[in-house]
């Protein structure tokens, strides 16, 4: 192992595309992408879009759809800065009416009085269904640059990992999964002047 570029920022050389996520390199100092793992919904010629999967709201999807009031507590994550007040959600239903698959066994959106009966017949929620208020998203060749720059590293995750709600982890445990010098990365402190 080289320990001379084991410091060294560099963006490993997968190409994006829909189902794969982005990985924020750990001095990113960004409110919204810092320690981030962005699943990308799209990449397309026109431009990205992603949904943040570890970013979770101070606020419960039950607040917000008011039929939802007294099942319990349904997490509500921070998809990104675009649209915060549309809703964006992530499932494990196949056969959902106009659900856009992202990946193997992995769908966005699609007919939402299924979803919501789904819900509200006692189904179980955590692992299959994750609800996003707003979206990330990238113009065309802005993500291509941003990963030039080894703002991000991409990679693949499993669905479990992905829909778990124990998302405190998941930038870390993303990281060890590429492998030893992504692993120490995920050491890194977030603010280095403290350490």
Same mark, same amino acid.
Request: glycine share 6%; aromatic share 18%; charged share 25%.
């Given at each position: 192992?080289?320990?001379?570029?084991?410091?060294?920022?560099?963006?490993?050389?997968?190409?994006?595309s829909r189902g794969k996520i982005l990985i924020s390199e750990p001095f990113l100092r960004d409110a919204t992408f810092g320690r981030s793992v962005v699943l990308l919904i799209d990449h397309t010629r026109e431009g990205s879009m992603g949904l943040i999967m570890n970013k979770r709201l101070p606020l419960l999807l039950n607040e917000v759809i008011k039929d939802f009031k007294?099942?319990?507590?349904?997490?509500?994550?921070?998809?990104?800065?675009?649209? $915060? !007040? @549309? &809703?964006?959600?992530?499932?494990?239903l196949s056969g959902i009416p106009g659900a856009l698959p992202v990946s193997q066994g992995l769908?966005?959106?699609g007919d939402f009085s299924v979803v919501k009966d789904y819900i509200l017949q006692g189904n179980k929620v955590e692992g299959?269904?994750?609800?996003?208020?707003g979206?990330?998203?990238?113009?065309?060749?802005?993500?291509?640059q941003e990963i030039k720059e080894?703002?991000?590293i991409i990679s693949k995750e499993e669905t479990p990992m992905l829909m778990s709600?124990? $998302? !405190? @982890? &998941?930038?870390?445990k993303s990281l060890k999964n590429l492998g030893s010098k992504y692993e120490t990365w995920s050491r890194f402190p977030q603010i280095p002047t403290l350490n």
């Open positions: 192992m080289d320990h001379a570029n084991i410091f060294e920022i560099k963006s490993n050389d997968i190409l994006p007294y099942l319990d507590d349904i997490p509500l994550y921070k998809g990104g800065p675009i649209g $915060t !007040d @549309t &809703l964006f959600y992530l499932h494990t769908y966005l959106n299959i269904l994750k609800f996003f208020l979206y990330s998203g990238w113009d065309l060749e802005q993500l291509d080894n703002t991000w709600k124990k $998302t !405190d @982890t &998941l930038w870390k």
